[in-house]
């Protein structure tokens, strides 16, 4: 197996930091769009319909061994820090089941980019593939574009029956956003 590179494994300290730009502010108690995702488990998930509480963060996209990131993104404030992000949801999936709590990471990657890391970091929940950016383009979910690519920027909602209770934006250190939700969900969780 090929290590990934020390940049996609772990948070740089110098990361840039994202701000807080408004672009989610339209979030917060608004119902999930009805819009039906594929999952790495080839299930058909409409985000709309799940019930009881449920995480869905959002991330621009996972490193893949063998494959170059884009030029420049450990400088792009938000960009980088996926991997790290989708492996501290993983360290913490007990906590979340023990509590009855769904979690879907979600990325414009294509399916099967999703599947390769969704096997090779072990997940024990499914990522979501937005390839065709029904999901962003519903919900008007910000993006940025590096390379040719359109990537949503780091964002995470906690849905309760279909509707967004609270949404982190930006999402930021990637890896402790986990921790966050984890807090909110114990001041706040009935």
Do not use: W
């Given at each position: 197996?090929?290590?990934?590179?020390?940049?996609?494994?772990?948070?740089?300290?110098?990361?840039?930091?994202?701000?807080?730009?408004g672009a989610c502010e339209h979030l917060e108690n608004k119902q999930m769009s009805n819009v039906s995702l594929w999952s790495t488990d080839d299930q058909e998930i409409n985000l709309s319909l799940l019930s009881g509480w449920n995480v869905i963060f959002c991330y621009p996209m996972t490193g893949r061994p063998g494959f170059a990131i884009p030029k420049g993104w450990v400088q792009i404030p938000g960009a980088a820090g996926c991997t790290p992000q989708v492996c501290s949801y993983r360290e913490n999936h007990a906590e979340f089941e023990r509590n009855g709590i769904g979690i879907y990471g979600i990325?414009?990657?294509?399916?099967?980019?999703?599947?390769?890391?969704?096997?090779?970091?072990?997940?024990?929940y499914p990522l979501l593939s937005d390839a065709d950016y029904s999901f962003s383009s519903a919900l008007k979910l910000p993006l940025f574009e590096v390379d040719g690519l359109k990537l949503i920027k780091r964002l995470t909602l906690i849905l309760k029956d279909g509707v967004i209770?609270?949404?982190?934006?930006?999402?930021f250190p990637p890896d402790k956003n986990v921790l966050e939700v984890i807090a909110w969900f114990s001041k706040n969780q009935a």
């Open positions: 197996m090929k290590l990934l590179p020390d940049v996609l494994r772990s948070i740089p300290a110098d990361l840039p930091i994202p701000i807080n730009d990325s414009t990657q294509t399916r099967e980019a999703q599947k390769e890391a969704t096997h090779r970091l072990g997940l024990p209770k609270k949404c982190f934006y930006p999402a």
